[in-house]
């Protein structure tokens, strides 16, 4: 995977998918060149990687490597009106079709959530609102373990082999299908009430339910920095939508994967405005929470790190008041040693 991500990046083709083999693009032909390109991952080509000679054993056609690239993503959720949530589709051929519900189950989904970026999979009930696919169905009876990072890595019965109808089309909705509802144009994306889309509809959370370790984890999934407090809304429409507890985060969880799925159907009257520490464009990842670990800023979409030319101290001290994390304890500049992992430029605790 890290000398695919390289491939894709040097391609402008965004990030590695998947690494999947002959069976899926076809064999190829003439020279086979069976050297071994030994990438960190953070190259821009694969001339930068160094070469294995180790690896040079006899290889045939049929062992020839592909990768899929997340600039021609073939998986995708339409129907919700966002991309996080909707009937599932998979590019075959260069053609779009669905998936067949026999055997799926939420280990499929949560492959499907991690492969699109979109967190953690919150179910796969199909909403009233449902409308079937119009395409060829390509796949059924898949069989993720759930720890697979694309659904190209799960079995399944291969394309095209089913005995379905569209009425069985799979749907997924995953927890990046999360929102901070803003009540007064004061607000800003990174406060508001908690709101979750399920099964075609928007629920909110219970106020009396939440907690700082919950809000936390929330806060960073939304790219807004750290936990501020809950609230009550001054105004919010009481009897509208569902209502949920939220999924019961831990202190050391970093992603709404890792904690307890949301629970619906709750009857309460208070809802949570949830208030983080309001730094949309600013994070910091690979850490082992998350006021630690390489500086990121949003820009146009895209999240970039930050050159560590003429970074001090005083840098670092904005970046962790700005995200609510008290005071810097160490500011790397090259290579720091956090938790045993190797850090790489830029890198801030």
């Known amino acids: 995977m890290n000398a695919s991500s390289v491939l894709c990046h040097q391609l402008n083709c965004g990030r590695a998918v998947a690494v999947v083999g002959a069976e899926w693009f076809g064999e190829g032909s003439g020279s086979i060149w069976p050297d071994v390109f030994v ?8 001339s930068e990687c160094g070469i294995s000679w180790w690896s040079r054993a006899a290889c045939s056609h ?26 599932l589709e998979v590019s075959h051929n260069g053609s779009w079709g669905t998936v067949c519900d026999d055997s799926w189950d939420m280990e499929d989904a949560q492959v499907v ?10 179910g796969a009930e ?30 399944s019965a291969g394309w095209g082999r089913h005995d379905c109808s569209h009425k069985e089309d ?16 004061d607000y800003g994306p990174c406060k508001g009430v908690i709101e979750v889309y399920y099964s075609g509809t928007w629920g909110k959370i219970c106020f009396n ?11 960073q999934q939304l790219g807004c920095g750290g936990f501020k407090k809950v609230a009550k809304p001054f105004a919010v429409e009481s009897t509208k939508g ?12 970093t992603h709404l994967e890792q904690c307890k799925p949301f629970q619906w159907g709750q009857s309460c009257k208070e809802v949570a405005e949830l208030h983080c520490t309001g730094a949309p464009g600013l994070r910091l990842v690979g850490g082992l929470t998350h006021c630690s670990g390489r500086v990121e800023v949003l820009l146009q979409g895209k999240w970039g790190t930050v050159c560590d030319d003429s970074w001090d101290e005083k840098d670092a001290q904005v970046v ?9 304890v160490d500011v790397g500049r090259s290579r720091a040693n956090l938790g045993g992992e190797t850090a790489p430029s830029g890198w801030t605790r």
């Open 209 to 219: 339910d939440m907690d700082k370790d919950t809000g936390s984890v929330i806060c």
């Open 170 to 185: 799979v749907w997924v909705t995953c927890s990046e299908f999360i929102q901070l509802r803003q009540n007064t144009d």
């Open 242 to 253: 569902q209502r949920l507890s939220p999924p019961r985060c831990r202190k050391h969880d």
């Open 113 to 122: 959530c991690r492969q699109l970026q979109c967190g953690t999979a919150l």
């Open 62 to 87: 049929r062992q020839d490597a592909g990768v899929i690239c997340s600039g021609h993503q073939p998986v995708r959720l339409v129907g919700s009106g966002g991309d996080c949530a909707g009937r």
């Open 126 to 155: 199909v909403p009233a609102s449902f409308h079937p696919g119009d395409v060829p169905i390509w796949l059924s009876e898949v069989g993720c373990a759930g720890d697979e990072t694309s659904l190209w890595e799960c079995p």
């Open 320 to 328: 962790c008041r700005q995200l609510d994390c008290g005071e810097p």
């Open 39 to 46: 990438c960190e991952g953070n190259e821009t080509g694969l």
